[in-house]
């Protein structure tokens, strides 16, 4: 950090505190939290704007000057502004705006006000910031429209926002329903195609549906990860053994849990035993199966997916 920024920091604690003075080590406790809220504030800004440029190339680019829709919010921006004579720009911000009050109530302050600032962002570069248009293919404008828009999404969704209020609103709905958040957002987007194959052609409803399924799988990626992991929990007699393979063989770490077999007859006591639990990448998963296999053929694994890990080895180790 530097030092402007560090010598600002410092007054501003010195003065919020002024009146209960805090000891040597609580300020330096505060300071250091102040750096790492600052660090992370301009890391989410950074994504934000770098989603809002990706969404607004994904629309200028290839969606607008075609005239192609997408689902969600967006979608019926999109519709809306092809129906009426309202630029997109005014319509991006006036649509999201009830979700974005939806969120301030039911996620936080802090996100409806990032969300806010992205939509703004994001109706300005698309009103004022010219594109090239890339191409007149429809199917190279649904795929890859779709996938500059939902990198977009997903890149806001990091960087604690969103410039389509569609998941608030599922969010929203779910706490009051039944619904789950999926539920919710298939139906939103089937009425949305509905209405696009209404008003315009089941052609352009069927090029929406393949814009939506790139942006929606695009956003999977960036905001879960595209390295999936997988949590292994292993039981075995041998587990000790079990454990200096994966730390000693593959370089990776694991916990150990303390259990007990849940297979025994009544009356018997139950057999404890350490459980071994480690994460690893896809990548790996074949490898530790081998490790596994030549100390204890008859392990019980169990192996889930794990959207995204952080901290321990798993990022610091090379694969081996």
Do not use: W
């Not at 410039?163 to 929203?172: K, M, N, P, S, Y």
């Not at 063989?249 to 480690?278: F, Q, S, W």
């Amino acid at each position: 950090m530097s030092p402007i920024i560090q010598n600002i920091l410092d007054r501003r604690i010195k003065r919020r505190f002024k009146k209960q003075p805090l000891e040597p080590k609580q300020l330096e406790k505060e300071i250091s939290n102040a750096k790492v809220d600052i660090r992370y504030l301009f890391r989410d800004m950074f994504l934000i704007v770098l989603g809002v440029l990706s969404a607004a190339f994904g629309l200028s680019g290839f969606l607008l000057p075609n005239s192609f829709i997408d689902g969600g919010v967006m979608g019926i921006s999109l519709i809306s502004s092809e129906l009426t004579s309202i630029p997109l720009s005014i319509l991006l911000v006036a649509i999201n705006v009830p979700f974005i009050v939806m969120g301030f109530s039911t996620i936080s302050k802090q996100f409806a006000f990032r969300s806010i600032v992205a939509i703004i962002l994001l109706a300005v570069t698309v009103h004022f910031v010219t594109f090239p248009i890339i191409t007149d293919d429809k199917l190279l404008i649904a795929v890859f429209g779709g996938f500059f828009l939902g990198l977009g999404i997903g890149l806001a969704i990091r960087g604690g926002s969103v410039i389509d209020g569609t998941e608030v609103l599922a969010v929203f709905i779910s706490r009051k329903t039944a619904l789950t958040i999926g539920d919710i957002i298939l139906i939103f987007n089937i009425m949305i195609f509905g209405v696009a194959a209404y008003v315009f052609s089941i052609e352009i409803a069927l090029y929406a549906i393949l814009t939506y399924l790139a942006a929606s799988k695009t956003v999977d990626f960036v905001v879960s990860g595209i390295e999936e992991y997988v949590g292994v929990t292993i039981i075995s007699e041998k587990n000790d053994e079990i454990r200096l393979a994966i730390i000693e063989n593959m370089g990776r770490g694991c916990t150990i849990y303390v259990g007990k077999r849940g297979y025994a007859k009544r009356g018997e006591p139950l057999k404890e035993t350490d459980i071994v639990y480690t994460l690893i990448t896809r990548l790996e998963l074949s490898k530790l199966n081998t490790e596994i296999a030549k100390i204890d053929a008859d392990a019980f694994v169990i192996m889930h997916s794990i959207k995204d890990a952080k901290g321990g080895m798993i990022k610091k180790r090379p694969l081996k």
